[in-house]
């Protein structure tokens, strides 16, 4: 197992659904490598548990240096949640945190301001929708 992504500043924005029981789906935008699709076995914590939510990276930069450490990254990305909360830990101010294994159990954590991210309403589910059962239908069979 290894660390491939700790500089969550490539990462510009994306979303997550946690709509499914123990599943996660969504897509996020990588400088370098466009849009990756998601398919995540297990919940989402706290007050983002069976929600969706969108983010907005307040610090990301389109920097060409990206691929030197994103040229391996699948995508998709299929694997296991490890923590996706708003409040990860007690002892910090609660702030947007993603963290998953890949099925090759590369280990990628993303860490953003607090107000980067907002839980999506009903209505705004609605512009997400066909993109997560998209992803569900696909990607879903292929976790392990």
């Not at 490598?33 to 907005?56: H, K, N, P, S, Y």
């Not at 920097?63 to 994103?70: G, I, N």
């Not at 954590?109 to 066909?130: F, G, K, T, W």
């Amino acid at each position: 197992m290894a660390q491939k992504f700790g500089n969550f500043r490539w990462v510009k924005e994306g979303y997550l659904d946690n709509r499914t029981d123990g599943l996660v789906v969504g897509q996020m935008l990588f400088a370098g490598l466009g849009l990756v699709d998601f398919c995540l076995a297990g919940q989402c914590t706290g007050e983002i548990r069976g929600q969706a939510f969108r983010f907005r990276n307040s610090k990301f930069l389109d920097d060409a240096r990206a691929m030197d450490s994103l040229a391996d990254m699948d995508n998709p990305q299929i694997g296991k949640v490890s923590l996706i909360s708003f409040d990860p830990h007690p002892l910090l101010p609660p702030h947007p945190y993603i963290e998953w294994f890949s099925q090759h159990e590369d280990h990628y954590r993303l860490e953003l301001e607090p107000d980067d991210a907002h839980i999506l309403s009903v209505d705004d589910c609605s512009d997400i929708e066909e993109i997560s059962q998209s992803i569900r239908s696909r990607l879903h069979p292929q976790i392990r």
